[in-house]
Structure formats: C-alpha cells, structure tokens
C-alpha cells in the first residue's frame, strides 16, 4: 500500500533545496563553490547592508499594498 497519493509521488524536491544539495556536495569534494542558494551567502555582508537591515526589521507593520513610495519613486526614476 502506497502512503502517498499519485499526485504526492510525483513531486520534486524544491530547486532551492536541490542547488544547496549539489553545493553540499560539491564541497565535500573539496571544490571551490560561490554559494548564491538560499540563505548561504559565502561572501561578507557590506557593513551598509547590515545597518539598513537592522533598521528595517525593527518595523514589523504590514507595508503599502502597492509598495513603498520612496522605493517606487526610486525604481522609476530612471524613465
């Protein structure tokens, strides 16, 4: 007796799980691997990044449905 549907048996591990598995690998191989999969950044965080991001989080209210204007303005501004 199968524990999964049809449908369950068909599905694939997600893309992101697949590249850090294939990074895992690759570096237990000894390889050289840039890790860009999510949540392993292999590089150091520019220091304006972190500070932006710790002011950011602070604010946990929802956001503009349509995104926030200053980002908007900023997006557009080259057009």
Do not use: W
Request: one cysteine or more.
């Amino acid at each position: 007796m199968d524990l999964l549907t049809a449908q369950a048996q068909e599905l694939r591990l997600s893309a992101t799980l697949e590249i850090n598995e294939l990074v895992q690998a690759r570096l237990a191989h000894g390889k050289d691997v840039v890790h860009l999969g999510f949540g392993e950044a292999t590089f150091p965080i520019h220091e304006s990044v972190l500070e932006a991001h710790s002011k950011a989080s602070k604010n946990t209210s929802y956001m503009p449905v349509a995104g926030l204007m200053k980002l908007r303005e900023v997006c557009l501004s080259p057009y």
